[in-house]
């Protein structure tokens, strides 16, 4: 009987099966009886499959994915995967493991099948005779006993009919047990008629104790020597041996793959180590700690509503509990070290130092609590944050039940306040906690100290709600500014409080979608009581390039009136970067988003609310001329800093060329009522006429705005290379222009940092932003318990993403990924034929690739290949399947900034066979189309590896390993971040790339342990390359930026050899290149550049007599300061940070030069 319901994790069980029973069969059982149509069994089936002895592959079956396309430096490249010389056909496969010396004996227990050509008893041809079909012979071999004895083992016959296949390998004694390495080898020869005998299918050997013993001991790798390492990376590696003692490796493939059995998790000696051909490992869940999990907790409210109503007493009665209870774990954690059961001999000094930082951050805590409970502002911002998170909270899920057509006529956003649903994760509340002392101490040393101030860094796995955290900080830092009032002479009405930053263009588009919620949530609170938030509106805006937003407001308009002609796309972005309201979840089209250009009208480019009702808070009707509290055009987030900016990191590199970036810093000079803030380089008349209904009005003169509270660099892991270098030295004129005096004193920017992935991260902050590092939360003494989220065993309640690993020996890599795609969409279409929409998230495929060149191969074979077998995949006892038009997109840098926004917004579709049904009677009828038609396959680079949070999607195929851990973790956690639908991911290897191989050969070790083996990263923004691509661009940021006299186009000449910034650049530059690389020699090297460059400056304003020096030619009689990188001159300048690396081109040259003779 056909289930028509299944639970998610039966779903992907069934899923799972389907397709190794079509990639690794026998898919028909173990006799099977393979279609008449089979040519040969050896093609049947992908991977699991031992050759004939000297079996060659051929030069043709070892091609890539290639294809003309060139690479891009966003994406990367890929790997050569192509073996020189010839290549053969494993006819062998094995694998080594250490037995204890308590025992003297192991058993082998083998298994294969083999196919024979036999007149079919159920096929028949056209003629009705009985078809020659290939059938499947299940052959069980008896169980081997091996006597551990040192020296070779000589081939062993495993079953008597078959004298050909024989087990082989080696045996030696070291001091951890005896290192035992196993073969099964197929010794037949290839014969000329029925090759197909000659071959072995499914080969599987398993190894165990007599008896069932756990005989199996851990494999002891080679260690670097520690004491040979610099501090910080012993310490580093010290630590995770400690938090990863349990997670024990007990065997390793040799051309294919092992799992161990163990008689309980985490056990120190495993029963039995057997061989996999497709092997599969859970990656399990970490979750908040609950009241379950310890009754310490009772009493603890994480309800955003309750934390923001609660009596002052309640308050702080329940904050005392996070504290208290963290408390007594630390001490727990403490008292391990004298538990034998724990294993922590040896580890002594890397858990005291745990339990040292675990300390630190429960006493951070508990300043923040005290904090609330004696300063009233504190009290009063901390309770804005929660109701504006909770509003936040609640109006996202209905807007995306909107969205989605979810909701129940009648349905309003009460059905969906509660508690669940507005409660933060206990870590989240508690890094809030622990940031607001030095948030709201504008001298706090965590905060402003010039050597010893921290930047925490909230490290938490993909999916577990690190956004959330740091938007609360977010809010709060916004609240405390207005409650601050004035503070030297600066305002915390006006101005950019918090500065956002990303590395990729999709990540900064996802967060600031996300972002954009919150400002509206707090917005809605501002209106409502405008005596106590004040008059100036919260808002957020969004600073990237100008492929993704306009630089200007006419750029918008013309962008807008090319859209709703019918146009292409302008190339130099779009303003509309939000398809749906982020309050009520209405469809936002061109239509809703309005230009009122400068100075005729407001100078602004406003997004409505497209609800055409009216009811929403930010529509035109409701909102006139303000709209949605979002702004994405340069030019009017100069004018008017929003209250949260959201950029790009490479977009700063436009702060030398750029005088009215220094307005993102508050410095500005006058003030219009119509058209915002000033600055020398934004100057369009003293007074404006009314027009447009608008009065008259005339600039005032208005002081410096307060500059940035809350820096935030969301996955610090992509800072890194050159890009990282680059961020790094920019980063020095970043941290000057935020700071500001008060009472004497500097006050720095608050930096708060976030990443899933990362390793030496203390040092990467140091030399980042010359700051410590407080790592949050801080690790206890085992992976699976930091006290604020625990590892969960993997299961129904819990389910964990699941890896697969494919490694097709012999066989061409296209052919391999034609297969793999093709096995899982059609085993997902017969899971969608069966259980409807409970299938969803395994129907978009989302392919995953090391570089844009393997993308567009791959593309092709969607597009030609894999939609053609597709239609056939019934034949496989699957499911036929067609790849519908427009429904293959890709995720990367090639894509426009205004395709973006539609791609994430589609992506959210469903399968769904009611949908489908209305869809096909609208376009019958000619109605209007109610939904969109879901994706099936979703092609990405990097691009995707980070931020894009996508609940439905739970099926990826990953092309290669990934070049690095953290890469390979980021992308595959896109997939299964929602218990509806448990992630399965499936990882292509190619068998040609040894560090494939190897990935394959320990997939399961590898998968348990991967966050350890997440590489190291580099960044040198003081090396001498660095700071020959960077410093000019710095030095003439700080210059411009610093103050009113220099910043104008046309002030470049009027800088004199008497000005007080030239030392007040060469002090800040030489002592933040001094305390990040902890050398003299990087000092005098940064002042020795800086005087050449002022010496060559000044020469410059000298020498001009007929043109005026300006920073950036404007024709006529004007000269130039800066000039484009690649230009060699002591002013080039960036215009990306990433534009570091240049490029050579090669050209070949095909004639004939007569050096080479026969």
Not at 71 to 79: A, K, Q, R, V
Not at 140 to 158: C, N, R, T, V, Y
Not at 266 to 294: G, K
Not at 602 to 630: H, M
Request: overall charge neutral.
């Amino acid at each position: 009987m056909t289930l028509t319901t299944a639970t998610p994790v039966q779903i992907r069980d069934e899923l799972t099966q389907m397709v190794i029973r079509d990639l690794l069969g026998p898919a028909g059982g173990p006799g099977e009886e393979l279609s008449q149509y089979e040519d040969n069994a050896y093609q049947r089936y992908l991977v699991g499959m031992l050759a004939p002895k000297d079996k060659e592959v051929a030069s043709g079956e070892l091609d890539e994915l290639a294809t003309a396309d060139g690479e891009t430096g966003e994406d990367g490249n890929s790997d050569a995967g192509v073996p020189a010389g010839a290549t053969y056909f494993p006819s062998s496969m094995g694998l080594s493991f250490v037995v204890s010396t308590e025992v003297n004996e192991i058993i082998v227990a083998a298994e294969w099948g083999q196919y024979q050509v036999i007149k079919s008893e159920t096929q028949q041809r056209k003629d009705g005779n009985p078809a020659t079909v290939r059938k499947r012979q299940p052959i069980i071999a008896d169980e081997l006993s091996l006597q551990l004895k040192e020296g070779g083992i000589s081939p062993k016959l495993l079953h008597p009919g078959h004298p050909l296949v024989v087990l082989q390998g080696r045996m030696r004694l070291s001091k951890d047990g005896w290192i035992v390495t196993l073969f099964m080898i197929n010794q037949q020869v290839e014969p000329k008629g029925r090759k197909d005998e000659a071959w072995v299918f499914q080969p599987k050997l398993r190894i165990y104790g007599a008896d069932q013993q756990a005989v199996f001991v851990q494999r002891k790798n080679a260690k670097a020597d520690l004491s040979k390492m610099d501090p910080l990376t012993r310490e580093e590696s010290e630590t995770l041996e400690m938090l990863y003692r349990h997670q024990r490796e007990f065997a390793v493939g040799h051309g294919i793959s092992i799992h161990a059995t163990l008689p309980e998790p985490l056990a120190e000696r495993a029963i039995q180590v057997e061989t996999e051909w497709v092997p599969c490992f859970e990656v399990p869940q970490q979750t908040p700690r609950s009241v379950a999990d310890d009754e310490n907790l009772a009493g603890i409210t994480m309800d955003m509503q309750a934390l923001a109503e609660l009596p002052k007493a309640g308050l702080i009665a329940s904050l005392r509990h996070i504290e208290t209870a963290y408390c007594l774990w630390i001490k727990a954690e403490a008292n391990k070290l004298t538990l034998p059961s724990e294993k922590l001999a040896g580890h002594e000094e890397a858990a005291i130092l745990a339990v040292k930082r675990c300390t630190r951050a429960q006493e951070r805590i508990k300043a923040g609590i005290d904090l609330i409970e004696t300063d009233a502002l504190a009290e009063e911002a901390f309770r804005f944050a929660n109701r504006a998170m909770w509003q936040q909270r609640i109006h996202s899920a209905f807007a995306r039940k909107v969205r989605k057509k979810e909701l129940k006529s009648g349905d309003d956003i009460s059905v969906l306040d509660n508690a669940p649903n507005r409660s933060w994760r206990l870590f989240q509340l508690a890094f809030i906690l622990l940031n607001l002392p030095s948030l709201t101490d504008l001298h706090h040393p965590d905060r402003s100290h010039e050597t010893d101030a921290v930047a925490d860094l909230l490290w938490f796995a993909t999916g577990g709600g690190k956004t959330e955290a740091y938007l609360g900080l977010t809010a709060y830092t916004l609240a405390l500014r207005r409650l601050q009032g004035e503070i030297a002479g600066r305002s915390g009405d006006y101005g950019i409080a918090v500065l956002m930053r990303y590395t990729l263009r999709l990540l900064t588009l996802q967060q600031f979608q996300r972002a954009a919620a919150l400002i509206c949530a707090c917005e809605a609170i501002r209106r409502a009581d405008v005596p106590k938030w004040g008059e100036a509106p919260f808002r957020l805006g969004l600073w990237v390039g100008n492929k993704t937003t306009p630089n200007t407001l006419a750029g918008a308009a013309s962008a807008l009136r090319q859209r709703n002609v019918g146009g292409r796309p302008s190339a130099n972005g779009t303003p509309q970067q939000i398809t749906s309201c982020p309050w009520c979840g209405s469809e936002i089209k061109e239509k809703h988003l309005r230009v009122y250009e400068a100075p005729s009208d407001i100078g602004r480019c406003v997004t409505y609310c497209g609800d055409d009702l009216g009811r929403c808070e930010f529509t035109e009707a409701k909102s006139p001329k303000e709209g949605l509290p979002v702004m994405v055009v340069d030019e009017e987030i100069y004018r008017r800093p929003p209250s949260l900016l959201i950029a790009t990191v490479d977009k700063f590199a436009q702060m030398p060329w750029k005088g009215e970036t220094q307005m993102l810093f508050g410095k500005v000079t006058q003030v219009c009522d119509r058209h915002g803030f000033l600055s020398p380089e934004v100057d369009d008349g003293q007074s404006h006429p009314s027009r447009n209904g608008l009065p008259g009005v005339n600039n005032r003169p208005h002081g410096v705005l307060r500059p940035p509270d809350l820096i935030i660099q969301d996955e610090l892991h992509l800072i890194s290379g050159p890009l990282g270098s680059m961020v790094g030295l920019y980063e020095a004129a970043v941290d000057e222009l935020c700071s500001w005096i008060v009472d004497r004193k500097k006050v720095r920017p608050k930096v708060v940092a976030s990443t899933a992935t990362i390793r030496r991260a203390p040092d990467q902050v140091q030399k980042l932003f010359v700051r410590k590092l407080d790592v949050f939360p801080p690790q206890g003494t085992s992976i699976r318990d930091s006290f604020f989220a625990i590892q969960r065993p993997t299961g129904p309640e819990y389910p964990g993403r699941r890896y697969l690993g494919i490694s097709a020996f012999g066989r061409r890599y296209p052919v391999a990924m034609i297969r793999s795609f093709v096995a899982h969409m059609a085993a997902a279409q017969a899971l969608f034929e069966k259980y409807d929409n409970l299938a969803d998230p395994w129907m978009t495929l989302t392919g995953y690739f090391n570089s844009i060149r393997e993308l567009a191969g791959t593309r092709r074979l969607v597009e030609d290949d894999i939609r053609a077998r597709l239609r056939d995949a019934d034949q496989r006892g699957l499911a036929k399947r067609r790849i519908r038009m427009g429904a293959v997109e890709e995720l990367t840098s090639r894509k426009s900034g205004s395709d973006i926004p539609k791609i994430l917004e589609r992506l959210e579709a469903v399968f769904d066979k009611t949908l489908e049904a209305q869809r096909m009677l609208e376009r019958k009828t000619g109605l209007p189309v109610t939904s969109s038609i879901p994706y099936d396959v979703i092609l990405a680079t990097n691009m995707i590896s980070v931020g894009v949070d996508i609940e439905r999607l739970g099926l990826m195929l990953v092309a290669g390993q990934p070049k690095n851990t953290s890469e390979y973790i980021q992308a595959t956690s896109r997939v299964g971040r929602s218990n509806h639908g448990p992630g399965l991911v499936c990882t292509v290897f190619n068998w040609a790339r040894p560090r494939d191989l190897s990935h394959y050969e320990r997939f399961e070790h590898y998968h348990e342990t991967f966050y350890k083996h997440v590489e190291a990263l580099s960044v040198t923004p003081f090396s001498a390359r660095a700071l020959d691509r960077g410093l000019s661009g710095v030095m003439v940021a700080l210059m411009r930026l610093w103050d009113e006299h220099l910043n104008a186009n046309l002030q470049a000449g009027q800088v004199v050899d008497t000005d007080q910034f030239w030392s007040m650049v060469s002090d800040v530059l030489s002592k933040r290149g001094g305390n990040a690389s902890d050398n003299p020699a990087v000092t005098a090297r940064i002042l020795e550049m800086l005087d050449r460059r002022r010496d060559e400056w000044l020469r410059r304003v000298h020498n001009q007599t007929d043109h005026q020096l300006v920073y950036k030619p404007e024709g006529g009689a004007t000269v130039g300061l800066l000039s484009h990188y690649p230009v060699k001159d002591d002013f080039s300048c960036l215009d990306s940070l990433r534009d570091v690396e240049g490029t050579v081109d090669l050209i070949l040259d095909q004639r004939s030069t007569g050096l080479l003779v026969d």
